[in-house]
RNA sequence: GCCCGGGUGGUGAAAUGGUAGACACGAGGGACUUAAAAUCCCUUAAGGGCAACCUUGUGUGGGUUCGAGUCCCACCCCGGGCACCA
């Protein structure tokens, strides 16, 4: 071999040493901390304030992890770690929403059986998920779709039922023809189903439901709450709380009464007509041999349908038909025509309205049919009181204007007058305050596979009854035909079906449906701390401790779905007094949304981006780093790996710097800074800006680069980045506590306290004050941060651009910010 | 239509009412190298000027203020949610 040859590859070994080897360190710290079982937490230490942190957790579908589980799993455990280091009892647990339709339906299109190709799907995450290398504390996993889980999500079946939460009802539901499934209202958005795309119809099936609607008022406190605003306002609107007034109504000729709900009461006198939702029960049976049935029922049909339609526009599609029936009249004002009109709607009220000049809809349809109109409230200018008279717009109640009716009322202010009009009801015995909410029940039941059997038993005998809770689980066999064909495939297994009833003994017949997936997912916070109990769902004491879930990160498309079923099922258990909780999350955070090319991201789309290839190539702190740094946590963005590169470099930057010799002595500069930033990255943090806490670490590490630092603020360093690199940072930190070659024997960075900063280090001695004219900069002066308002003014003015500025100019007023500029505002 | 977010360089983005563009990518130039990669140094909002500096500039138009990316009003665009709820 030449000579410079050999020299050149000396040199390059040297180089191999003075590099950071991600993939070789942060697999042997994920094995050491997973031997010394660092990251089990100890549920009944009395050691550090208990925090419970907690991320949404994942279906196994088939997608694998992908980017997007990154950007919410990655900073989600800094967030632990950071809270750890603050000295904090951190729970971070992690488990699979293992049953359910994307797993099913993943299933299905590879052929293989739910239980293997889950179960497959699951160790590969699992892998993925300790590659990303989080404090997750694996003893306390769980997968819903397990027996021993599974288990107890009956049982939370079987204590709706106790308490007349879970009924069963022949109803219409969402019917999707693609999953050949019912679906909840929430998992069908504008008619189309959430997972297939498929157009939904309506079917009527007997169903299970849980009786959330009973829960509508309390799930509208969310006192102690710290989640964010919109969150709140989306579930809110879901809930739809409206209150009004229920008048009794009759249809003239006909026994049938019932409570028509209006929201703006005060205008009741304008009320003209009345309109029936086409879909009403009641329709067909009062037309039922009348001389309009065939019209009026052909109407009603073609609203129906275009109901069911895609894309369904109220305004466009507006139509209706007079039945030729009557409302009795209800105000003292005289009958009212009943008319089928599209915008009814069966599922709000009675589904029958009063309708009057003063709402925009009722407004637009009279017009439309020439149905008279009698307006009782009117603007103050008597010029615009005319027009509304004659109908030329629709005045409406927003507008705020003054009654004309009834004589008591005469002269009063629309809004001012409603709770005296409301007693005035209630003392005329015309009608009640009423509360009206547009939240149904949840339709839990599923004619799926994979899912927790409900745990219900007809006998032939004794009826349907609960399975006894000794009996439980219910365990879901394996059978063939799992494939959906629009009946429970249970119901095919024999074997499964024919039971004997608990009660006589007798021939009885199990339920073959099972639960949808967001029943597993509505109280699995709860089974983590508990999770290798066998006898009971959870321990109550524990859950004194760890409930409720301190931090809670995950999407915010779960806003009315998942987050609203836990609430639910918590509260329901609280009042049960069989939890400590009356909420589940404290706190709560969404991430925000990676898209790729601006779509997001979908295995329909083809455009999922997955992390391995990423964490192979550059490591996990690298690629979570890297996901941090694109910007603020909650913001999400757009998916490339442009940047990657400058977060590699940053790695091998602090490695250089921190491996390297230390100096015997820190300067003041450098030393200051690092106090500067222990005060920036906590701040950082602690507001989830993990973004701008690496960004000041980056200007830290240039800074002290050329320079170095001494033993003591490398490990503060170190222990800075530890939240956001955690491999990276074990791996320093045994380097400079010189127990790199013990390992087991070496105290990890996770058990050291946080840094704190000296706060008369951070103050700066000098200043550079900034100098306005007329709130232009013109000039800045270094100068001492005590400086005095008329030193300052004096010392501004003798800068060369300064007078420049001043020279011929009167100077109308000066501005003095201590510690930081002066204006002058000149003429 | 209603309710939330958001609009800042070539790009991702920073900025308690007080120096707009921190940090990073990219780009341009230079050093090292036979060369390339890596690394290091300089420049980098636009326009003008040899320079000191100057002008313009945070979606648009107004306003408040000594001073506005930031506060107020109106509007435009993008993203998300809800949408016949009486």
């Known amino acids: 071999m030449p000579k410079n040859q050999a020299t050149k590859k000396l040199t390059l070994k040297n180089q191999v040493q003075d590099f950071y080897n991600s993939a070789k360190v942060e697999k042997k710290w994920q094995e050491i901390w997973e031997t010394k079982k660092l990251f089990h937490t100890d549920l009944k230490s009395k050691k550090g304030k208990p925090y419970y942190n907690l991320v949404m957790f994942p279906y196994p579908s088939g997608d694998k992890l992908h980017i997007g589980h990154w950007y919410n799993f990655g900073p989600a455990d800094s967030w632990g770690r950071f809270m750890r280091m603050k000295g904090y009892n951190v729970f971070e647990p992690i488990g699979f929403d293992a049953f359910g339709l994307p797993a099913e339906n993943y299933a299905i299109k590879t052929g293989i059986a739910p239980a293997t190709s889950t ?21 306390h996993m769980v997968n819903t779709s397990e027996p021993d889980y599974y288990r107890w999500t009956q049982w939370l079946f079987l204590q709706m039922y106790k308490r007349g939460l879970a009924y069963k009802k022949k109803a219409p539901v969402n019917w999707c023809p693609g999953c050949k499934t019912v679906l909840a209202n929430e998992q069908v958005q504008d008619g189309i189903c959430d997972r297939c795309k498929s157009e939904v119809t309506k079917k009527k099936l007997a169903q299970w439901f849980w009786r959330i609607t009973d829960y509508a008022e ?10 964010p605003e919109k969150t709140i306002t989306m579930q809110k609107n879901w809930i739809g709380k409206s209150e009004g007034v229920n008048f009794r109504c009759k249809i003239k000729g006909f026994d049938y009464s019932f409570d028509v709900f209006d929201s703006v009461p005060q205008t009741f006198k304008a009320q003209t007509f009345s309109v029936i939702a086409a879909d009403h029960p009641l ?60 915008f009814a709607i069966m599922d709000y009220g009675c589904g029958i309205v009063n309708c009057s000049a003063h709402d925009e809809r009722d407004f637009a349809f009279a017009k439309k049919y020439a149905i008279p109109l009698r307006p009782v409230m009117f603007p103050e200018d008597p010029i615009e009181a005319k027009k509304v008279k004659n109908l030329e717009y629709c005045y409406h109640h927003a507008s705020d204007g003054i009654l004309t009716t009834p004589e008591e009322f005469k002269g009063r202010r629309w809004g001012e007058v409603r709770q005296d009009m409301i007693a005035y009801f209630k003392k005329k015995k015309m009608g009640q305050r009423t509360v009206n909410y547009r939240l149904r029940d949840w339709l839990i039941s599923r004619q799926r596979y994979w899912g927790a059997p409900i745990p219900i038993i007809n006998c032939e005998k004794c009826g349907e009854m609960p399975v006894p809770e000794k009996d439980l689980p219910v365990v879901l066999p394996r059978i063939k035909n799992y494939k959906p064909k629009g009946k ?69 498309e779960h806003a009315c779905m998942h987050l609203l079923y836990a609430r639910f099922v918590n509260r329901m258990l609280f009042d049960a007094g069989l939890i400590p909780s009356k909420e589940p999350f404290k706190r709560l955070v969404h991430q925000g949304m990676i898209t790729k090319d601006g779509a997001k991201m979908s295995k329909s789309r083809g455009n999922v981006v997955s992390p391995d290839a990423f964490v192979q190539k550059y490591g996990s702190d690298v690629f979570r780093m890297y996901l941090m740094f694109m910007g603020p946590f909650t913001q999400g963005g757009d998916w490339n790996d442009k940047g990657i590169i400058g977060i590699v470099r940053f790695v091998q930057k602090i490695w250089k710097v921190l491996s390297g010799p230390s100096l015997a002595k820190i300067s003041p500069e450098s030393q200051r800074a690092t106090h500067r930033t222990i005060k920036k990255v906590t701040e950082n943090i602690e507001n989830l800006h993990f973004n701008t806490a690496l960004a000041a670490l980056m200007e830290l590490i240039n800074e002290v680069t050329k320079e170095g630092l001494d033993q003591k603020h490398k490990k503060i360093v170190t222990q800075l980045i530890a939240p956001m690199a955690p491999h990276l940072s074990e791996e320093l930190w045994a380097l400079l506590n010189d127990t790199l070659d013990i390992k087991r024997g070496s105290e990890s960075i996770f058990d050291q306290k946080w840094p704190k900063y000296d706060e008369k280090l951070i103050a700066e001695s000098t200043i550079n004050l900034v100098i306005q004219i007329n709130g232009k900069l013109r000039g800045m002066v270094e100068t001492t941060k005590l400086i005095s308002k008329d030193d300052a003014f004096a010392l501004a003015k003798m800068q060369p651009n300064v007078q420049r500025y001043l020279a011929d100019q009167k100077i109308v007023k000066e501005i003095f910010v201590p510690g930081k500029l002066v204006n002058f505002v000149v003429r």
């Open 283 to 342: 329709l067909s049976k009062i037309m039922k041999g009348h001389s309009l049935e065939k019209k009026v029922m052909a109407c009603a049909q073609r609203i129906n349908k275009k109901k069911m339609a895609k894309r369904f526009d109220a305004d466009e599609s507006m139509e209706g038909i007079f039945t030729g029936h009557y409302i009795e009249d209800p105000y003292g004002t005289g009958d009212l025509p009943l008319w089928v009109a599209s």
């Open 488 to 556: 429970a495939p249970l119901a095919t297994s024999t074997a499964f079906m024919n039971t004997r009833c608990p009660k006589c003994g007798g021939k009885a017949t199990r339920e073959p449906d099972t639960m949808d997936t967001f029943v597993c997912s509505s109280w699995y916070f709860l089974r983590y701390p508990s999770s290798t109990l066998k006898n009971k769902p959870f321990d109550p004491e524990i859950l004194k401790t760890w409930s409720p879930v301190d931090m809670y990160i995950g999407g915010p």
């Open 218 to 227: 309390k799930l509208l406190d969310y006192s102690g709450l710290d989640w």
């Open 119 to 139: 179960a497959k799907n699951v160790k590969t995450m699992i892998r993925q998920l300790k590659e990303l290398g989080a404090m997750y504390d694996w003893s």
